[in-house]
């Protein structure tokens, strides 16, 4: 393999692990796939598959649009309480023994009396997560970005948000992400393999002038 030829074995390297690493595993992790969109809310009831992507596991829950109050990004985010407290889940694809990072966006409902909204996630160390809605509005939800890593123990993983509160005013979600988390020994390897690639170009450089 000739100096050119490496230089793009390397550029190649490169780009496809950080595709890789940067490609999320949740599937409708924005919940911008939906089926209806003529609706401000949508309620989806215990083991419902119309949520794209979700399972509703537990009572039901609301697909909020724009219209009720904005989202972290898009047109949609979802209220963890339909008509009470629920719980989404999927199964995702994993590789056992690969740490991956979990990520979110969390607020909540403000429209109750209830001020503290919590929620418990599966995967992570973290567990349970609050979000104060005191001094939120529509326009000013205050999202807050959460990310946890953690290990995977098999080749399917299930990621599951379920609400702690009562009512029909929850805990609200958006921008779920599931992404691979280079381990130590990879990361290194693609470092040497761009930092001989650099040597390369500077030593063509010199030749040149």
């Not at 990520?103 to 209830?114: E, Q, R, V």
């Amino acid at each position: 393999m000739n100096r050119t030829q490496f230089a793009i074995f390397c550029l190649s390297v490169a780009s496809c692990f950080s595709q890789a690493i940067a490609a999320n595993l949740v599937t409708n992790g924005d919940f911008e796939s939906i089926e209806n969109t003529s609706r401000a809310v949508q309620t989806f009831g215990s083991n419902s598959q119309d949520l794209t992507g979700w399972i509703v596991g537990l009572n039901s829950v609301d697909l909020v649009s724009n219209s009720v109050w904005n989202s972290a990004s898009g047109s949609y985010s979802l209220d963890l309480n339909g008509t009470k407290k629920g719980e989404i889940h999927q199964f995702i694809n994993t590789v056992n023994g690969q740490h991956y990072q979990l990520s979110f966006d969390l607020a909540g409902n403000f429209s109750d009396g209830l001020a503290i909204k919590t929620l418990s996630v599966n995967l992570g160390p973290n567990g349970i997560y609050k979000f104060d809605t005191r001094g939120k509005s529509a326009s000013n939800m205050g999202w807050t970005h959460y990310t946890s890593t953690f290990v995977a123990l098999s080749n399917s993983t299930t990621l599951s948000f379920l609400s702690n509160v009562r009512g029909n005013a929850g805990p609200a979600l958006d921008n779920i992400a599931v992404t691979a988390v280079p381990e130590p020994e990879t990361f290194a390897m693609l470092m040497t393999g761009l930092g001989l690639m650099g040597a390369i170009a500077r030593r063509r450089n010199k030749t040149r002038a």
